[in-house]
């Protein structure tokens, strides 16, 4: 039975013992909380002055389009450059562009060509400020604390969601936007006393290629890197129509609700309160699998963001923005941790460079389109066709997401693969998802079987490789196969050309190793994983392959069928 370890807070609040972690954390819970109360101030600034949805929806177009153009620069940066310095410097310029909206504001003459300015300066910056960030984090946690630690970067920015939100109401309501301004600007303070308190990290390696040549490499990435492409492409849809309903909340607020600029801080806070439920949502459900946490969660966000959009009542809006708080950060935890950890370090920068785009980008973006809409229909008839449209979307990529294992699609170390595989086994379909983690956890197995013993013959169960078998019932002792079955010995074949009892391969095939799979002192079935190198296996790969096997033991035969 699986231990009850993971429903406890500890192990969801494991990398705050890592003080570079945990100063970093707390500097972001304080910087955060000033920037939500910006992005009420902004939001009601911009509606106060509008009373349009569109202007809302253009107000998030101008934050996309600076992160699409210098999203995946800054990401090269963070691969090169000191990311503490770029932190610091990035921190700097968002505290100064607050101080000047609070002087527009106070002696009245902002005007919305302002505020669209400075988001699309502030866009700019934070197309370099969220890549360092995020890539930064992996290095300062143990590899198997990366999705809580992502987890609790999430709460750093969504849980200060409800302290933020709230606070910017009652600021609006007091002193008006400029309160709100101002203390964002002093707020950025907390982020530059916990970097200069922080160990310095080593520099990235330096690259000897042009900065433009490592971005083209990072985009180069999805189409080799399955994980990341259905992660990308996964997280830039679902955030172009499922999230757009945070930007035009100020209008659903005012249209549907009708409440104040206190009525609009509480929903605004709503989602953040759903966050602080995150960490322990990932922990228990992450258990299943990163890429079905990122099915599930998009799903779940889908039919929130639909509810909340056909609630004619606060307390009904409220709930489901707390339930799609919660949704929504488990899936872009999920699909962060997924992504940086199917990258080598070396790419983390370039590739969170992209993810920014797809994250942040997509959702500013979508709220353009969704804005137009609302402005033609409804607020909430909009929302709602954004949010059914996620619920499809979520249908249609669930199969291929649930297949995402983390770490799937960049070479591992054994160790590491060990501990997925261990953690595979007690799922549904667990031999399939064994082979398919194995064949794209290391490159050199380019073929990749099980199979389990009926009679007098072997019969094959789930498989990968790069072209249709029709060896799927093989009698014993015909060639290599069925050796390990038979000898319960694990067969090591260097070349299968120089081997006599191999009397057929497939054209991919140089050299194979087959090894036993045991159930209470019998044979059951055995692992083929065939390579188009010879000699390409080493005793690590025996080593390995043979704990794989004794892992796989506890899956009863007929789950191993496709």
Known sequence: MRSL??????????????????????????????????????GYLVDRLTLSPLYLGLLALVQAVPRFLFAPLGGALADRWDRKRLLFWTNLWLAASALVLAALTWVGQVRVWHVLALAAVNSAVQSFDMPARHSWIPSLVDRDEVLQAVTLNSVAFNGTGIVGPSLGGLVIAWTGETGCFLLNALSYAGVVVALRGMSTPPPPAASQASVFADIAEA???????????????????????????????????????????VGLGLLQAAPGLGTLLTPWYVTIAGTRGQGWLLARSSLGLGVCVTLFALSAKFAWAFVFLVAAGLFQSAALASANALIQTAVDPGMRGRVMGLYSVT???????????????????????????????????????GPQLRRLVDGEGRPMNRDEAL???????????????????????????????????????????????????QHTRIPLGVGICGAAATSGRTEVVPDVSQDPRYLSCFPYTRSEIVVPIVRDGRVVGEIDIDSK?????????????EEVAALLSRVRPELMER
Not at 369 to 383: H, I, M, N
């Open 219 to 261: 985009v180069s990435l999805i189409r080799r890197n399955r994980t990341v492409a259905w992660v990308l492409g996964s997280v830039a849809l679902v955030n172009f129509l499922g999230r757009p309903y945070f930007r035009l909340m100020p209008a659903f607020a005012r249209e549907v609700l009708h409440v104040d600029a």
């Open 533 to 545: 190198e010879p000699d390409a296996f080493q005793e690590a790969d025996r080593a390995f392959l």
């Open 359 to 397: 994250a942040f980008g997509m959702f500013t973006l979508g709220s353009f389109p969704f804005g137009a809409l609302a402005e033609a229909t409804s607020t909430s008839s909009a929302l709602a066709l954004g949010g059914l449209l996620t619920v499809l979307l979520a249908f249609a990529a």
């Open 5 to 42: 370890g993971v429903l406890q807070p500890r192990s969801a609040l494991r990398p705050l013992r890592h003080r570079d972690f945990r100063l970093l954390w707390t500097g972001l819970v304080v910087s955060n909380t000033g920037t939500w109360m910006q992005f009420v101030a902004v």
């Open 419 to 469: 501990q997925t595989v261990r953690r595979l086994v007690d799922q549904p379909d667990a031999a399939d998802r064994v082979v398919e983690f194995l064949h794209r956890a290391f490159p050199h197995y380019t073929w990749v079987g099980i199979y389990w013993l009926e009679g007098d013959e072997l019969v094959l169960g789930p498989w990968r490789g790069p072209e249709p078998t």
